[in-house]
């Protein structure tokens, strides 16, 4: 394959890019701002480090990933697009609606991709749910719930619900096929005075479906899960599941007959999934949306979708 992609960011998150890109044959360079760090890795992987501004000039760069703060995003992500480079940009897209309303114009004018790095719509497991849900396996959706808990990485710039909900917003979304009518949060500050480390967001559609996230970065353990309840069945997708058990479907029954409705449990039936590394899955659709071989799936326009509900999110804790 062509080496043709930048990975500006080696850090927490950027260093799983940088080596799922060199595991692809598609690393063409490493940039952080930390030097021995971008070094390091242009050793590690056979590589070269280079600046942004050297990343921009140069022509064999056909992709750019950039796994830097949210508040640099728009900024980043224009010059680079602006410079003929499709991005791939991690969540959220950017830090408000007119930032990422010029990351699309940009992405629009230069004929560039710009893809918002939203996981889990390139999660096989995901992607199975989605297929079943079309398929009407679950019958018409009533409730989605999404958990993303855990005792980890504490932020300083962006509260919980910025950096752990984006995921989840955008699985949601993607299932409902619509934006929600109502956005309501509440969030708790434990550890900072004026960043929240506790959220919950609620959310109603136009269909009469209803949603709810919850989010914490003091969970005593890790959870990542997702429920979506139908009028047929009901799924979960808990990611802390090993492989053949992270798809759990459960017909149980509903009498409304009596009063109040009586419940018929029913066992879990998994679903089996070749598996694979998702983020490896998204790196792979990048390399085929610069190749114009794909269709946009978290693009421009999506991020912003994700962006509107965190907003209004915001505006209402």
């Given at each position: 394959m062509?080496?043709?992609?930048a990975?500006?960011?080696?850090?927490h998150?950027?260093?799983n890019?940088?080596?799922?890109?060199?595991e692809?044959g598609?690393?063409?360079c490493?940039?952080d701002p930390e030097?021995?760090l971008?070094?390091?890795?242009?050793?590690k992987y056979?590589?070269k480090?280079?600046?942004f501004d050297q990343?921009?000039?140069?022509?064999q760069?056909e992709?750019?990933?950039?796994a830097v703060?949210a508040?640099?995003h728009?900024?980043?992500?224009?010059?680079?697009m602006?410079?003929?480079?499709n991005?791939?940009?991690?969540?959220?897209?950017?830090?408000?609606?007119?930032?990422?309303?010029?990351?699309?114009e940009a992405?629009?004018?230069e004929?560039?991709?710009?893809?918002v790095?939203h996981?889990?719509q390139?999660?096989?497991?995901f992607?199975?749910l989605?297929?079943?849900?079309?398929?009407?396996?679950?019958?018409e959706l009533?409730?989605?719930?999404?958990n993303?808990?855990s005792?980890?990485?504490?932020?300083?710039?962006e509260?919980?619900i910025?950096?752990?909900?984006?995921?989840?917003i955008?699985?949601?979304?993607?299932?409902?096929?619509q934006?929600?009518?109502?956005?309501?949060a509440?969030?708790?500050?434990?550890?900072?005075?004026?960043?929240?480390?506790?959220?919950?967001i609620?959310m109603?559609?136009?269909?009469?479906?209803?949603?709810?996230i919850?989010v914490?970065?003091?969970h005593?353990?890790?959870?990542?899960?997702?429920v979506v309840i139908?009028?047929?069945?009901?799924?979960?997708?808990?990611?802390?599941q090993?492989w053949?058990k992270?798809l759990?479907?459960?017909?149980?029954?509903i009498?409304r007959?009596?009063?109040?409705?009586?419940?018929?449990?029913?066992?879990?039936?998994y679903?089996?999934?070749?598996?694979?590394e998702?983020?490896k899955q998204?790196?792979?659709?990048f390399?085929?949306l610069?190749?114009?071989?794909?269709r946009?799936?978290?693009?421009?326009?999506?991020?912003?979708?994700?962006l509107n509900?965190?907003?209004?999110?915001?505006l209402?804790?």
């Amino acid at each position: 394959m062509k080496k043709t992609i930048a990975v500006v960011g080696c850090g927490h998150w950027g260093k799983n890019l940088v080596r799922n890109f060199s595991e692809l044959g598609a690393l063409y360079c490493v940039c952080d701002p930390e030097d021995t760090l971008s070094e390091y890795f242009a050793v590690k992987y056979q590589t070269k480090a280079m600046s942004f501004d050297q990343i921009l000039s140069d022509p064999q760069v056909e992709g750019v990933i950039l796994a830097v703060p949210a508040k640099l995003h728009a900024e980043m992500a224009i010059r680079a697009m602006r410079s003929k480079k499709n991005v791939f940009v991690e969540k959220p897209i950017a830090m408000n609606q007119s930032e990422a309303a010029l990351m699309i114009e940009a992405s629009i004018d230069e004929n560039v991709h710009l893809m918002v790095g939203h996981l889990l719509q390139y999660h096989p497991i995901f992607l199975q749910l989605k297929s079943l849900i079309k398929m009407g396996h679950l019958g018409e959706l009533t409730y989605l719930y999404s958990n993303r808990l855990s005792f980890g990485q504490v932020r300083a710039e962006e509260d919980v619900i910025w950096s752990f909900a984006p995921h989840d917003i955008s699985m949601i979304l993607s299932l409902a096929e619509q934006e929600p009518d109502t956005v309501e949060a509440r969030t708790s500050n434990v550890l900072q005075e004026n960043i929240a480390d506790i959220g919950t967001i609620h959310m109603t559609f136009s269909s009469g479906l209803k949603a709810h996230i919850s989010v914490s970065w003091i969970h005593p353990v890790k959870e990542q899960k997702l429920v979506v309840i139908g009028g047929d069945a009901m799924a979960v997708f808990d990611d802390t599941q090993p492989w053949d058990k992270k798809l759990a479907i459960y017909r149980h029954g509903i009498d409304r007959v009596t009063n109040p409705p009586t419940l018929r449990k029913a066992d879990a039936e998994y679903v089996v999934i070749d598996s694979c590394e998702p983020l490896k899955q998204e790196c792979c659709y990048f390399l085929e949306l610069i190749a114009d071989r794909a269709r946009p799936v978290t693009d421009g326009q999506e991020g912003l979708r994700v962006l509107n509900v965190l907003t209004r999110a915001s505006l209402r804790t």
